[in-house]
C-alpha cells in the first residue's frame, strides 16, 4: 500500500514527528505504541530530549528494540555534555503510570485506530487526563483515501477496529480538547493528487494538541495520589554517557592528556634526541578501547583533532618564561634494580596550553590537577605540577651502549640536570 508514497508514508509520519521536535524542543517525548521502535530511534539524536521513552503492549517487539536504542561506540568514545536517558515500558496505553505524566510531547502513530472504543475512551482519559502531556501528536488513517489505495478492501489493517473519515476524527478530537482543556490542529501526511485534496484529504490524517494555559484537569479529577500508579514494565533503560557525568569526564580528560603528553614527549624526545619512544602508547584503537570502556576497567580514548600543537611550542617564551614550563627528563625514585625507569615530565601548564579541550573539560588548571590526582593512569609529580610521561624501561647496560652513544642525548641529559629536576627527586 505505502509504496504509491514517496518516501513511504511512514517515514512521512516520523518525519512529521521530527519536524515537530526540531520547531519545540520538548525535553521530555514519550511515543506510545511505539511498535519497534523506529521513531525513537531517530529521536534519540535530537539533543534537547533528555528523556525518552517507549510504550507498547507487545513485550516482543519492546524487546527487540533494545539494541536500536543502546548507546553505540561512538557515544562511549565522544561523550557530549549532552544528557539522555532512554526507557521502554511494557503496558497498555488504556492504564496509568505515573512515571509518564507531565510530558512535554507524546505521540501516538497509528495507534488508536487498535483501539476498541471503549478502549480509545480509557486512552484520551489516560493520555489527556491524567499523564496531561504539553503537546500530543495523535495520527490515524483518513478512510477517505482508502478508495485511492490500490486493491484495497475493508480496513488497511486486519486489527483495526475502526478507520475514521476527516469528520469522524474531528469530532472525537474536539471533544477531547473540551474535557481535558486542550486545543488542536488538524493536518496530515501523504497527499492525493492536487485535484483530489481538498474533497479527499491527506492518507494519514494527524491531529496535533496543546494544553491550554492554566488547565490543571488532572489534579482535580484524580486527586494528589497520582504519582502512585506504577502500571508498566520497565524492561529496558539506559543513560547515554555524557560530560556533566564526572566519572566519564574524568575518563575522557584522563585519555586526552595522555594522549598528549605521550605526543609531546615524543616530539620533544625527537627533537631533542633525535629518537622517538613509542614503546608506551597511550592512544589505543578505538574497538580496544571501547572494550575497556564497556568493561568499565579502563578510560577511553576519545581524542580525534589533529596533533598540530608543535613541542617546540613548550619551549617558547610565553610556556617557558612560567618556571617548570618545558618538558624534562627525570628518572624513577623507586627504581627496580635491572631496570632504568626513565620519564619526561610534562607540565600540566603546557598540556591545558597545547590542547583546547583538555582546557575545555577541566575548566581551570587548578582543577586540571585536582581531576588528575590520585588517578590509577597517572602519575604527577609531588607538587602536583607536572605528568611524569614514561620512557621505555631500559637496562642499564642497553642504556649505556645506546642512548650514552648518543651525543645529543647527553647534551639534553646534561641540560636538564638542573634544579627543576632534582627539586622533583627532593620533593620525592
Ligand atoms: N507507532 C509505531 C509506528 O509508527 O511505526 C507502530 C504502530 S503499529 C501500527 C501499532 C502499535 O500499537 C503496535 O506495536 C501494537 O503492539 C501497539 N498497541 C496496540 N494496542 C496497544 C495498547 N493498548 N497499548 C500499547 N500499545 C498498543
Same mark, same amino acid.
Given at each position: 500500500m505505502n509504496p504509491i508514497f514517496s518516501p513511504s508514508l511512514h517515514i512521512q509520519r516520523h518525519q512529521f514527528v521530527i519536524d515537530f521536535v526540531r520547531k519545540n524542543k520538548p525535553k521530555q517525548v514519550a511515543d506510545l505504541g511505539c511498535g519497534e521502535g523506529k521513531l525513537l530511534k531517530q529521536l534519540k539524536f535530537h539533543r534537547n530530549i533528555e528523556l525518552l521513552v517507549g510504550v507498547d503492549s507487545n513485550g516482543a517487539k519492546i524487546k527487540k528494540m533494545r539494541h536500536r536504542l543502546a548507546p553505540l561506540s561512538t557515544d562511549y568514545l565522544q561523550p557530549t555534555y549532552d544528557q539522555l536517558r532512554v526507557e521502554l515500558y511494557q503496558g497498555s496505553v488504556t492504564q496509568r503510570d505515573g512515571r509518564l505524566r507531565r510530558f512535554d510531547l507524546v505521540t501516538s502513530i497509528e495507534l488508536i485506530e487498535h483501539l476498541t472504543l471503549t478502549d480509545l475512551e480509557c486512552f484520551a482519559s489516560v493520555v489527556f487526563g491524567y $499523564?496531561?502531556?504539553a503537546s500530543v501528536i495523535v495520527s490515524t488513517p483518513n478512510s477517505e483515501f482508502n478508495a485511492l489505495l490500490p486493491g484495497l478492501t475493508g480496513f488497511r489493517h486486519s486489527d483495526h477496529k475502526f478507520e475514521w473519515n476527516r469528520s469522524e476524527f474531528?469530532?472525537?478530537?474536539?471533544?477531547?480538547?473540551?474535557?481535558?482543556?486542550?486545543?488542536?490542529?488538524?493536518?496530515?501526511?501523504?497527499?492525493a493528487p492536487q485535484d483530489q485534496q481538498e474533497s479527499i484529504g491527506f492518507c494519514s490524517q494527524i491531529g496535533v494538541f496543546h494544553r491550554l494555559q492554566g488547565n490543571d484537569h488532572c489534579s482535580v479529577l484524580h486527586g494528589s495520589d497520582v504519582e502512585e500508579v506504577f502500571a508498566y514494565t520497565l524492561v529496558y533503560s539506559v543513560n547515554y554517557p555524557s560530560l556533566h557525568d564526572s566519572n566519564t569526564l574524568r575518563k575522557v580528560l584522563v585519555s586526552e592528556v595522555l594522549h598528549w603528553?605521550?605526543?609531546?614527549?615524543?616530539?620533544? $624526545?625527537?627533537?631533542k634526541t633525535g629518537r622517538t619512544n613509542d614503546v608506551l602508547p597511550h592512544r589505543q584503537t578505538e574497538q580496544g578501547a571501547l572494550e575497556e570502556l564497556l568493561s568499565e576497567s579502563h578510560t577511553p580514548t576519545s581524542c580525534t583533532e589533529t596533533l598540530d600543537c608543535p613541542v617546540d611550542y613548550c619551549d617558547r617564551g610565553d610556556v617557558e618564561e612560567q618556571e617548570g614550563a618545558g618538558l624534562l627528563w627525570a628518572n624513577d625514585p623507586q627504581q627496580q634494580s635491572g631496570t632504568l625507569n626513565r620519564y619526561v615530565l610534562v607540565p600540566l601548564a603546557v598540556l591545558w596550553s597545547c590542547c583546547p579541550k583538555i582546557g575545555e573539560l577541566s575548566g581551570s588548571l587548578e582543577n586540571l590537577r585536582h581531576l588528575l590526582m590520585d588517578h590509577p593512569q597517572v602519575k604527577l609529580t609531588q607538587d602536583g605540577s607536572s605528568l611524569l610521561v614514561k620512557c621505555e624501561e631500559q637496562d642499564p647496560d642497553q642504556v649505556d651502549g645506546g642512548l650514552e652513544d648518543d651525543e645529543d642525548f647527553r647534551a639534553v641529559q646534561r641540560s636538564h640536570r638542573a634544579e627543576p629536576e632534582e627539586d622533583w627527586e627532593a620533593n620525592v
Open positions: $499523564m496531561i502531556p474531528r469530532s472525537w478530537a474536539l471533544k477531547v480538547c473540551l474535557d481535558y482543556g486542550y486545543e488542536v490542529e488538524f493536518t496530515g501526511v501523504g497527499e603528553a605521550e605526543h609531546l614527549k615524543n616530539r620533544w $624526545m625527537k627533537e
